[in-house]
């Protein structure tokens, strides 16, 4: 009679929420038990320490300075952090010893921002990424076994996605094997989606930025729009989150001029948010002026074009010549018939970067991520 | 039905047999179902059921009446949470679980446990799975066919959904009515729910001819002293009909209620954006709680269009002075409008069809052809 729901196996969504719901699923089990708390002081619990230690697992961010030769090099504690380990049948992840309650989750989080990505000696920062990602990675699985919420879960996670967005612009265009855009965009957007989700109950100092950052993020998704449409007065109407809907607006009415000239008005994060669709948003530009101003008669100058492109003049040039616009000079002439889709292998977004790299500035890593810029 | 009056579980219990015996799936249907008005009596409110249900009825429907009787008791002590569960268990054969999810839904919000997107999510799951042994039933004959149940659950499982507003999830659903070769023999009531989500999931992706198609199918079919049906169906349907270029008459709002649209109909055909913004905010909550804001801001375009027409019109020549249309923006309030954004917005129109010609950057001209170059909006799109 009484069947279990708990014995089901539970639905894998590739979304949002899927991978929250497969590191849950050990939990659920003991749903009406109070969630687990963790008592684990150090940014990685000793015992995993001494493991990795042992194995010869350590990254080499966590090595004692002077050990690195060694044939086992020996641990730096003060430097290791608790790595991500993925859940499977037998393993107990919910021994307190080894979780982080949410104070040294900060602590975690601040350290890894401060003293790893931010830190200018550690190169390249492909790798510096790829530890930071991970170890955030696990930072976030504590929060869910212990089933973090509110204020607390909402500072990890602003940092995180501070440090997934910035990452997706400075990391663009490197190979594959380095870093996939894929697999940071998943993150991303579990993350963003997660802490929305705390946002909807109680007061939240920086709501207002994440709601504009998921509206840059996912430019022209009618779900992010029409949550953005349900938001709270107050929210909906500050300044980021209004400047948010006009590009949204302009993307949605196809004027690519006028979303690049709001643009300009980003902050250099917010840039960074927007700045996956400027390749497509430029290409659509093209594409409607190479219909609308289609006469073999008419010319058009480059330097016009490269203004309202965002983009210098040489870059512009380059850009109409991949999708078959016919440059003469100082000028090119539009022609609906020979506009190309299918752009050339050698100019890719991260040549064209300018737009976001100029409003980086002088404005630290750091600051950048804590949110004090 | 009949009404029965059921004064103790064993008048149920007969009943129920005697609705098997005769194979009467319709009132059985009925004698499980909430809506039947036993289920207000007190004396066949047990907690416990199980026994006397296998005492006087074989398997599964001892389990199923019991499961019922267990629902109505929880109901009746508002445990909706407890009430759902006990649907829960019985997948395979319970229908009527629809209100009782809604209801378990408004009580957990209220105290605040769980979201009340995971349980729809489950009650979707359920539903996934009856609907799989509808679909699957190949074995008896066309009459007890379980497909019959197909677009029943169907129309469940759009309406969950719509509502956690996970739409692609509709497109296998689609396609199995799609294929079946009983799609145009269900009842018109379950054909024309059926067609309002398929509008309405046709709407979302920009579809809008076939939007149009579905949703005036709906309205057309659907019964006529069901006002509030059709003035749903109608709150999807005009902006797809204003998009492609027909405005609704007045006459058609007031008897529909829906004066909201007035204003926005007016605009878009005058190709006045100052109303069109006007209007939009408004009446903006009632159109984002409808989900049609976004669709309806698309009508900004045909506004443009209109607009222009009249630049047109005014100016009485082939070589429009792009000027001209920056002027006319302007009077209608658009803010930082420059002659760039003039182009692009032209340039967009001629690439959507809505204007035959071409722009001249330098003689910030626009040149339009001499043959019906703002060609009528229907023959577009």
Redesign the interface.
């Given at each position: 009679?009484?069947?279990s729901?708990a014995s089901r196996p539970r639905?894998h969504s590739r979304k949002a929420g899927g991978r929250r719901r497969e590191e849950h699923c050990k939990t659920e089990e003991k749903a009406d038990d109070v969630a687990p708390r963790g008592t684990c002081t150090t940014m990685c619990p000793i015992s995993e320490v001494r493991q990795r230690e042992a194995q010869n697992r350590l990254h080499h961010f966590e090595v004692l300075a002077g050990t690195e030769r060694n044939r086992l090099p020996r641990a730096d504690v003060c430097r290791a952090v608790k790595e991500y380990s993925r859940p499977a049948a037998g393993k107990d992840t919910t021994r307190a010893s080894e979780l982080r309650p949410p104070d040294v989750l900060l602590k975690t989080v601040c350290y890894l921002v401060d003293d790893v990505a931010a830190c200018p000696s550690r190169q390249p920062w492909t790798e510096v990424y790829s530890f930071v990602f991970d170890r955030l990675r696990s930072v976030r699985q504590d929060m869910v076994i212990q089933r973090v919420s509110g204020p607390e879960c909402a500072s990890v996670l602003e940092r995180t996605v501070r440090f997934l967005l910035y990452a997706s612009y400075r990391l663009c265009g490197q190979p594959l094997r380095l870093y996939d855009p894929h697999i940071n965009d998943t993150h991303l957007q579990e993350s963003l989606s997660w802490l929305l989700e705390c946002y909807s109950e109680g007061q939240h100092q920086h709501q207002d930025e994440f709601q504009a950052l998921s509206l840059l993020y996912n430019l022209g998704s009618?779900?992010a729009?029409?949550h953005a449409?349900?938001l709270p007065h107050k929210v909906r109407h500050s300044s980021p989150v209004q400047l948010a809907l006009a590009l949204n607006?302009a993307y949605?009415?196809?004027?690519?001029?006028?979303l690049l000239?709001l643009a300009q008005r980003l902050d250099f994060l917010q840039a960074c948010a927007l700045h996956r669709h400027l390749l497509s948003c430029r290409r659509d530009?093209l594409?409607?002026?190479s219909?609308?101003?289609?006469?073999r008669n008419?010319?058009?100058?480059i330097q016009?074009l490269a203004d309202?492109l965002s983009l210098e003049c040489s870059l512009a040039a380059q850009l109409c010549q991949t999708h078959g616009i016919h440059v003469n000079g100082d000028y090119v002439v539009f022609s609906k018939g020979s506009f190309t889709e299918s752009p050339s292998e050698e100019l890719q977004c991260a040549h064209m970067h300018k737009l976001v790299d100029d409003k980086q500035q002088d404005l630290s890593l750091s600051n950048i991520i804590h949110g004090i810029a | 039905g009949a009404q029965i009056l059921l004064l103790r579980y064993t008048s149920l219990f007969s009943q129920v047999l005697e609705a098997i015996d005769t194979r009467d799936g319709v009132f059985c249907a009925e004698l499980l179902s909430f809506k039947h008005p036993h289920v207000a009596n007190p004396r066949l409110q047990l907690s416990s059921p199980e026994d006397k249900c296998q005492q006087v009825l074989e398997p599964p429907y001892d389990e199923m009446v019991a499961a019922h009787l267990r629902c109505t008791y929880a109901v009746a002590n508002h445990d909706f949470v407890e009430a759902y569960k006990s649907f829960q268990a019985h997948k395979e054969e319970n229908w009527c679980s629809h209100c009782l999810r809604g209801q378990a839904e408004q009580q957990l919000q209220k105290k605040g446990k769980g979201k009340v997107g995971d349980m729809l999510e489950k009650a979707a799951e359920q539903l996934m799975s009856c609907f799989r042994v509808c679909a699957s039933d190949n074995r008896a004959g066309i009459d007890d066919s379980k497909k019959w149940g197909m677009l029943f659950l169907i129309n469940q499982l759009f309406k969950i959904y719509f509502k956690i507003n996970k739409l692609h999830l509709c497109k296998p659903l689609i396609r199995a009515i799609d294929s079946s070769n009983l799609k145009d023999d269900y009842s018109m009531a379950q054909r024309v729910t059926y067609k309002y989500y398929v509008g309405r999931k046709a709407m979302f992706d920009s579809n809008f001819k076939l939007a149009e198609e579905y949703l005036s199918f709906s309205f057309q079919h659907s019964h006529r002293s069901c006002q509030r049906n059709k003035r749903l169906i109608l709150i999807y349907l005009l902006p797809v009909k204003m998009l492609l270029g027909h405005m609704p008459t007045t006459q058609l709002l007031k008897k529909y209620d829906l004066m909201q649209f007035t204003d926005v109909t007016k605009a878009v055909s005058e190709g006045n954006l100052l109303l069109l913004n006007e209007a939009l905010a408004k009446h903006e909550t009632f159109f984002i709680r409808c989900g049609i804001f976004l669709i309806l801001e698309k009508l900004k375009i045909i506004t443009y269009r209109n607009l222009f027409k009249k630049v047109y019109l005014l100016l009485k020549t082939h070589q429009l002075p792009l000027d001209a249309f920056l002027v006319a923006l302007k009077m209608m309030q658009v803010e930082e409008v420059d002659i760039d954004e003039v182009q692009c917005i032209l340039a967009n129109l001629i690439y959507m069809g809505h204007i035959k010609g071409y722009i001249s950057h330098q003689h910030q001209k626009l040149v339009v052809s001499k043959q019906n170059p703002f060609p009528p909006l229907s023959s577009v799109s």
């Amino acid at each position: 009679m009484n069947r279990s729901a708990a014995s089901r196996p539970r639905p894998h969504s590739r979304k949002a929420g899927g991978r929250r719901r497969e590191e849950h699923c050990k939990t659920e089990e003991k749903a009406d038990d109070v969630a687990p708390r963790g008592t684990c002081t150090t940014m990685c619990p000793i015992s995993e320490v001494r493991q990795r230690e042992a194995q010869n697992r350590l990254h080499h961010f966590e090595v004692l300075a002077g050990t690195e030769r060694n044939r086992l090099p020996r641990a730096d504690v003060c430097r290791a952090v608790k790595e991500y380990s993925r859940p499977a049948a037998g393993k107990d992840t919910t021994r307190a010893s080894e979780l982080r309650p949410p104070d040294v989750l900060l602590k975690t989080v601040c350290y890894l921002v401060d003293d790893v990505a931010a830190c200018p000696s550690r190169q390249p920062w492909t790798e510096v990424y790829s530890f930071v990602f991970d170890r955030l990675r696990s930072v976030r699985q504590d929060m869910v076994i212990q089933r973090v919420s509110g204020p607390e879960c909402a500072s990890v996670l602003e940092r995180t996605v501070r440090f997934l967005l910035y990452a997706s612009y400075r990391l663009c265009g490197q190979p594959l094997r380095l870093y996939d855009p894929h697999i940071n965009d998943t993150h991303l957007q579990e993350s963003l989606s997660w802490l929305l989700e705390c946002y909807s109950e109680g007061q939240h100092q920086h709501q207002d930025e994440f709601q504009a950052l998921s509206l840059l993020y996912n430019l022209g998704s009618p779900r992010a729009l029409q949550h953005a449409l349900e938001l709270p007065h107050k929210v909906r109407h500050s300044s980021p989150v209004q400047l948010a809907l006009a590009l949204n607006r302009a993307y949605m009415e196809r004027n690519p001029v006028r979303l690049l000239r709001l643009a300009q008005r980003l902050d250099f994060l917010q840039a960074c948010a927007l700045h996956r669709h400027l390749l497509s948003c430029r290409r659509d530009l093209l594409l409607l002026y190479s219909h609308g101003h289609s006469s073999r008669n008419c010319r058009f100058p480059i330097q016009k074009l490269a203004d309202i492109l965002s983009l210098e003049c040489s870059l512009a040039a380059q850009l109409c010549q991949t999708h078959g616009i016919h440059v003469n000079g100082d000028y090119v002439v539009f022609s609906k018939g020979s506009f190309t889709e299918s752009p050339s292998e050698e100019l890719q977004c991260a040549h064209m970067h300018k737009l976001v790299d100029d409003k980086q500035q002088d404005l630290s890593l750091s600051n950048i991520i804590h949110g004090i810029a | 039905g009949a009404q029965i009056l059921l004064l103790r579980y064993t008048s149920l219990f007969s009943q129920v047999l005697e609705a098997i015996d005769t194979r009467d799936g319709v009132f059985c249907a009925e004698l499980l179902s909430f809506k039947h008005p036993h289920v207000a009596n007190p004396r066949l409110q047990l907690s416990s059921p199980e026994d006397k249900c296998q005492q006087v009825l074989e398997p599964p429907y001892d389990e199923m009446v019991a499961a019922h009787l267990r629902c109505t008791y929880a109901v009746a002590n508002h445990d909706f949470v407890e009430a759902y569960k006990s649907f829960q268990a019985h997948k395979e054969e319970n229908w009527c679980s629809h209100c009782l999810r809604g209801q378990a839904e408004q009580q957990l919000q209220k105290k605040g446990k769980g979201k009340v997107g995971d349980m729809l999510e489950k009650a979707a799951e359920q539903l996934m799975s009856c609907f799989r042994v509808c679909a699957s039933d190949n074995r008896a004959g066309i009459d007890d066919s379980k497909k019959w149940g197909m677009l029943f659950l169907i129309n469940q499982l759009f309406k969950i959904y719509f509502k956690i507003n996970k739409l692609h999830l509709c497109k296998p659903l689609i396609r199995a009515i799609d294929s079946s070769n009983l799609k145009d023999d269900y009842s018109m009531a379950q054909r024309v729910t059926y067609k309002y989500y398929v509008g309405r999931k046709a709407m979302f992706d920009s579809n809008f001819k076939l939007a149009e198609e579905y949703l005036s199918f709906s309205f057309q079919h659907s019964h006529r002293s069901c006002q509030r049906n059709k003035r749903l169906i109608l709150i999807y349907l005009l902006p797809v009909k204003m998009l492609l270029g027909h405005m609704p008459t007045t006459q058609l709002l007031k008897k529909y209620d829906l004066m909201q649209f007035t204003d926005v109909t007016k605009a878009v055909s005058e190709g006045n954006l100052l109303l069109l913004n006007e209007a939009l905010a408004k009446h903006e909550t009632f159109f984002i709680r409808c989900g049609i804001f976004l669709i309806l801001e698309k009508l900004k375009i045909i506004t443009y269009r209109n607009l222009f027409k009249k630049v047109y019109l005014l100016l009485k020549t082939h070589q429009l002075p792009l000027d001209a249309f920056l002027v006319a923006l302007k009077m209608m309030q658009v803010e930082e409008v420059d002659i760039d954004e003039v182009q692009c917005i032209l340039a967009n129109l001629i690439y959507m069809g809505h204007i035959k010609g071409y722009i001249s950057h330098q003689h910030q001209k626009l040149v339009v052809s001499k043959q019906n170059p703002f060609p009528p909006l229907s023959s577009v799109s």
